[in-house]
Structure formats: C-alpha cells, structure tokens
C-alpha cells in the first residue's frame, strides 16, 4: 500500500453518469511540488480536455471544493477548475497579468489538506489570463474570493501549496488541528 493518501473513487458514485470522479491525492504525491508546463492549446477544443473538465467538476463538487488542480488528481495538465454549481471557470495555461497592491488575510483550506485551514495573505483582486476548454484566450478581473481561489489553484500549476505560504509556528498549529479532525472523523466511521 502506498504512503501516499489517495481518497478512493474508485466507487462509481455517479452510477448515472458516463464519467466518474477522479482520485485525489494529498500533498505527498510528487506531482504537487512539480511546475506544470503549458499545455498546447493549438488543438482546442478536444475531447480530452473536455472529459478532463467534466471529471474534475465531478470530483470538486464530491467534495464540496471551491477549486481543483488537475495536478492534485495526478494529471499532468496546466489547467485547474474554479467556481461553484452556477458558476465554474476552466482555465487552461492560466496567468495574473495584474493584481492589487492591497493585501487581504483569509483563511484557506485545500482538499489535498483535508482538514487543515490556514490564513493566507493574498492580494484582494487579480486581472487574470486563461484559456478556456474552446481555445478562446481570456482576461478578467477576480475580487474576494474568487481571486483568493484562482491564485490558490495557480499556485498549484507551479508546485507550490499554501501550507508554504504561511509560518512553520502557524502550520506546526494547523497541522495538531488537523490531526484532532481527522481523528474525529475515523472515530465517527468506525461507530457506524
């Protein structure tokens, strides 16, 4: 068995749907310190990518995200999803071509940590630049959230987690809350 936590979906969970979620993988898969390269968008759109997209809604909305890397479901693809039901943004070869000198703190979680939420400094808005799963080239601004989200998920495409964007005091606090989470998760499946 490996040491590296794959959350199982192997399951077909969506037994109506053609497409089944992905696995996702925790931050000690090696794709999660890796920079992605661009993915060349010359040939979008295509199935592969959209097949990719629909799997990675699938498996973002199993488990409530905000946002998913195609890297934390071991794909090696530039590209990661953002949003929620009405609203999700794909972005392919995705960039911040702007941002605000304003900083905001947030708290953050990550479904690679599950569990664990930290406070990330982060600027307030981005202009952002994607390409979109039809190869059509886009530019707009992200407030609030959905900015926090975009560079989440970018820092992503680049190796980096947010558990680098903060302290070792306040990840070394995050991490005993996280630890007290996940053991009162286990306790509740085992009394089932």
Known sequence: MSDILTIDTSKN???????DPLPLYDERHPMMSQSIPEYDTRDLPNRHIESLIARLKITMKLYGGLGLSA???GVFERLFIL??????????????????KEMVREREGCLS?????????RPSWIVAEFVTESGETQRMRLDGITARCYL??????NGVTFTQRVGPTALMLAKKK?????KQI???QKSK
């Open 13 to 19: 969970l969506y037994a109506n749907n053609q497409l």
């Open 71 to 73: 890297n934390q479901c």
């Open 83 to 100: 949003g929620h039901e009405d609203f999700i943004l794909s972005c392919i070869n995705p960039k911040v071509v702007e941002e605000s």
């Open 113 to 121: 940590f599950p569990g664990m939420f930290l406070t990330v400094e």
């Open 152 to 157: 989440h998920e970018l820092d992503h495409m």
């Open 178 to 182: 996280q630890s007290k989470i996940m």
């Open 186 to 188: 286990v306790r509740k």
